[in-house]
């Protein structure tokens, strides 16, 4: 997990071509703002939910510094966090935030992810555009996509709407009422 601080900040490197740094938490965030300083950049952390608090200072410590952009995108348990983090003992994590909370997922963006699979049958099209009205979204998708795909293979077989339903079960998801309309 890239939750804590430490760990943020090796996958903050690694994204920038960095691999083997070490270091105090302190020198590798020195080394990140070396790194992005004047280059008008924008960062993004998915699955930011699961940042912690001082990761999150550290992220907006950057912003304040060498004014980056910073995006956050994650479950929707993300809003609250940030909001909650501002009413606390750390309203610089919310003083300049825009919240843009997308509630629902395009057809066109399920379907974007279906081809990128070479997932063309209108049957697990269907089904996965169900998969992606849960929490998780396009994340899910592609966690149900990941499994089916280790089923098949498993089994020495193409993957085909059998392996995604079985993916679905085992993730927990109620695929029977899934095969309908999406």
Same mark, same amino acid.
């Given at each position: 997990s890239?939750?804590?601080?430490?760990?943020?900040l /090796?996958?903050?490197?690694? &994204?920038l071509?960095?691999?083997d740094?070490?270091? *105090?938490?302190?020198?590798?965030?020195?080394l990140?703002?070396?790194?992005?300083? +004047?280059?008008?950049?924008?960062?993004?952390? +998915?699955?930011?939910?699961?940042?912690?608090?001082? &990761?999150?200072? %550290?992220?907006?410590?950057?912003?304040? /510094?060498?004014?980056?952009g910073?995006?956050?995108?994650?479950?929707?348990?993300?809003?609250?966090?940030?909001? $909650?983090t501002?009413r606390?003992?750390?309203?610089?994590?919310?003083?300049? *935030? *825009?919240?843009?909370? &997308?509630?629902?997922?395009?057809?066109?963006?399920v379907?974007?992810?279906?081809d990128?699979?070479?997932?063309? +049958?209108?049957?697990?099209?269907?089904?996965?555009?169900?998969?992606a009205?849960?929490d998780?979204?396009?994340?899910e998708?592609t966690?149900v996509?990941?499994l089916?795909?280790?089923i098949?293979?498993?089994?020495? %077989?193409?993957?085909r709407?059998?392996?995604?339903?079985? $993916?679905c079960?085992?993730?927990? /998801?109620d695929?029977?009422?899934?095969?309908?309309?999406?």
């Open positions: 890239d939750a804590g601080l430490a760990n943020m /090796l996958a903050v490197l690694r &994204a071509g960095k691999r740094e070490v270091g *105090t938490p302190q020198r590798l965030s020195n990140i703002m070396d790194l992005i300083a +004047d280059r008008n950049i924008l960062l993004i952390f +998915d699955e930011a939910h699961e940042l912690s608090d001082k &990761a999150f200072e %550290e992220i907006r410590g950057w912003h304040d /510094l060498i004014d980056i910073v995006a956050f995108v994650g479950e929707p348990r993300l809003v609250q966090k940030i909001r $909650a501002g606390a003992a750390k309203p610089a994590l919310s003083r300049r *935030t *825009t919240i843009f909370q &997308a509630h629902k997922v395009k057809p066109a963006d379907e974007a992810l279906c990128a699979w070479g997932s063309r +049958d209108p049957e697990e099209i269907r089904l996965l555009k169900q998969v009205r849960l998780g979204a396009l994340g998708c966690q996509m990941e089916a795909s280790l098949a293979g498993g089994r020495g %077989e193409v993957r709407l059998e392996h995604i339903l079985a $993916a079960q085992q993730r927990g /998801l695929f029977r009422s899934m095969r309908g309309d999406g």
